[in-house]
């Protein structure tokens, strides 16, 4: 079974920087798509960021030319840079994954993973 396992949180002050990380670990298949979403306390769950399969980013309009995300294959890491970070950055942090597993000759199994979360806290 895979497994995602974030690190990286913790408390810093307004303008401050972060960088979290998301291992994944276990056999998985061909990735097509790796995300950092946030939820703060009260709110619904949202995208901070995602990248493709193809490498194509994506980025939430509050997090635009501060965050930045990244993934190193060879360690089947995901990465969130976080810059000039905000009061209202504050929040869970959690990665998710999705990857294929072909079962030849026709079937295409999908799987869609969450790690646990990981706490960002700024100061004001």
């Known amino acids: 079974q895979a497994r995602l396992v974030e690190s990286g949180g913790g408390l810093v002050p307004a303008g401050g920087s972060l960088t979290l990380s998301c291992v994944v670990s276990g056999t998985i298949g061909s990735i097509t798509y790796m995300g950092w979403y946030r939820q703060a306390p009260g709110k619904e769950r949202e995208l901070v960021a995602d990248?493709?399969?193809?490498?194509?980013?994506n980025y939430a309009d509050p997090v635009k030319g501060r965050f930045s995300i990244s993934r190193d294959n060879a360690r089947n890491t995901l990465y969130l840079q976080m810059n000039s970070l905000k009061p209202e950055d504050t929040a869970v942090y959690f990665c998710?994954?999705?990857?294929?597993?072909?079962?030849?000759?026709?079937?295409?199994?999908?799987?869609?993973?969450w790690g646990q979360g990981t706490q960002v806290t700024v100061s004001s």
């Open positions: 998710n994954i999705k990857w294929e597993i072909a079962r030849p000759p026709h079937i295409t199994d999908e799987y869609d993973r």
């Open positions: 990248i493709t399969g193809d490498g194509v980013t």
